[in-house]
């Protein structure tokens, strides 16, 4: 049994601390929309409308810590980016933000930046590249890799200041 190519990932609930310092990063820096609001409980983010893609709570977390380097959960969250150029201006405005990139990589499927959000949950912006130019074994299979990413190069692509 395979599951269906089309299968996606639709969203994330994320346990927080705080909503509204959340909301500061992916409403403010990473440009979500909201489109629900549970009181200082819950908040639904989205992109393009859609009725939710990311999911800020304190249903369990109000005034919270992270939980502790070598335990268990959530390694990231993965926003894709349409265009390279959507990724580059991203970025410009987490750097702008002063948010601390955690790394910068080139997979040879995906350009990728990682991050952490204010409650450290780890953050992954990427783009993909065309699935022609991946890279590819005799056999067909990927070869993905772990390169260090240009940064300079990319964020010379951002659109806005």
Same mark, same amino acid.
């Given at each position: 049994? $395979?599951?269906?190519? *089309?299968?996606? &990932? +639709?969203?994330?609930?994320?346990?927080?601390?705080?909503?509204?310092? $959340? %909301?500061?990063? =992916?409403?403010?820096?990473?440009?979500?929309? &909201?489109?629900?609001?549970?009181?200082?409980?819950?908040?639904?983010?989205?992109? +393009? +409308? =859609?009725?939710?893609?990311?999911?800020?709570?304190?249903?369990?977390?109000?005034?919270?810590?992270?939980?502790?380097?070598?335990?268990?959960?959530?390694?990231?969250?993965?926003? %894709? =980016?349409?265009?390279?150029? @959507?990724?580059?201006?991203?970025?410009?405005?987490?750097?702008?933000?002063? &948010?601390?990139?955690?790394?910068?990589?080139?997979?040879?499927?995906?350009?990728? &930046?990682?991050?952490? @959000?204010?409650?450290?949950?780890?953050?992954?912006? =990427?783009? @993909?590249?065309?699935?022609? *130019?991946?890279?590819?074994?005799?056999?067909?299979?990927?070869?993905?890799?772990?390169?260090? %990413?240009? %940064?300079?190069?990319?964020?010379?692509?951002?659109?806005?200041?």
């Amino acid at each position: 049994m $395979s599951i269906p190519a *089309k299968t996606r &990932i +639709g969203h994330v609930h994320l346990k927080v601390a705080d909503i509204d310092r $959340s %909301l500061k990063f =992916y409403q403010g820096v990473l440009g979500f929309d &909201i489109t629900t609001r549970y009181g200082n409980s819950a908040v639904f983010l989205s992109a +393009g +409308g =859609y009725h939710h893609h990311i999911v800020i709570n304190t249903w369990e977390s109000a005034g919270g810590q992270p939980p502790p380097p070598n335990s268990t959960g959530l390694f990231h969250v993965a926003i %894709l =980016y349409p265009t390279r150029a @959507d990724l580059a201006n991203a970025v410009q405005r987490v750097i702008k933000a002063g &948010i601390p990139l955690q790394g910068a990589s080139d997979h040879g499927v995906s350009h990728a &930046i990682y991050l952490a @959000d204010p409650d450290q949950n780890g953050i992954e912006l =990427y783009w @993909d590249l065309p699935q022609e *130019k991946w890279p590819q074994n005799p056999d067909g299979s990927l070869t993905m890799f772990t390169h260090p %990413l240009d %940064l300079r190069a990319l964020l010379a692509e951002a659109t806005q200041e």
